[in-house]
């Protein structure tokens, strides 16, 4: 099945986005698993609940636990000029779990006969859950409440699995790439959704020398 590969796609890009940001913390090896396998699977869970698909279900993934281990190992023992290149291509390791998670999320809703709405809330949750877990647990800000763009590309992963636009292979995969292809651009354009901070606004006082 389609989101099969989705699911392979999204594990391996985040395993290696949590285990980077492990290794940024000084967190050990333990650590490293850890936050790789959290910011893997911790989507698929929050997923899960929502549809009411029994905990039980998240034990049933040897292969992929397998992919991640793999991944997180590989990533772990690679050289210090190879790690470096994370900082060039972090940001798109992180677009392409956000994209296959998205989707694989909700084609996991549409096979269950899920009306849209949660199909949409399931390409969200599949899609940023591990991310949100992974930055709360390394101690950082989580990017999704930010005012960068990212959720939202999730959100239109769900519309258009949803509604059926996307429905063959090869449209599933053109809206695989055309969500990282979003993502990627809003991180460069800097786009930003609106936000408002109550915080108070420190006014110079006026200098009146000469």
Sequence with gaps: ??????????????????????????????????????????????????????????????TLFTIALVSMLIVFVLPHHYLGLWNKCGMFFDAVGLSAFAIQGALYATQMN???SATIVAAVLTG???GIIRDVLAGRKPLVFQEEIYAV??????????????????????????????????????????RRSLRPVHVRPFDNRM
């Design 128 to 130: 940023i859950g591990g």
């Design 114 to 116: 899920y009306p849209l």
């Design 1 to 62: 099945m389609s989101w099969e590969w989705f699911n392979i796609i999204g594990t391996i890009a985040f395993a290696i986005s949590g285990a980077i940001i492990a290794m940024e913390e000084d967190y050990d090896i333990l650590g490293v698993i850890v936050l790789g396998l959290a910011t893997a699977f911790g989507g698929g869970i929050m997923r899960n609940l929502l549809l009411g698909i029994p905990f039980t279900q998240f034990w049933n993934q040897g």
């Design 153 to 194: 590309w999730a959100m239109l992963a769900g519309v258009a699995v949803g509604l059926k636009w996307a429905t063959t292979v090869g449209e599933l995969y053109t809206l695989f790439s055309a969500i990282i292809a979003f993502r990627m651009v809003s991180v460069y354009k800097g786009w930003k959704l609106p």
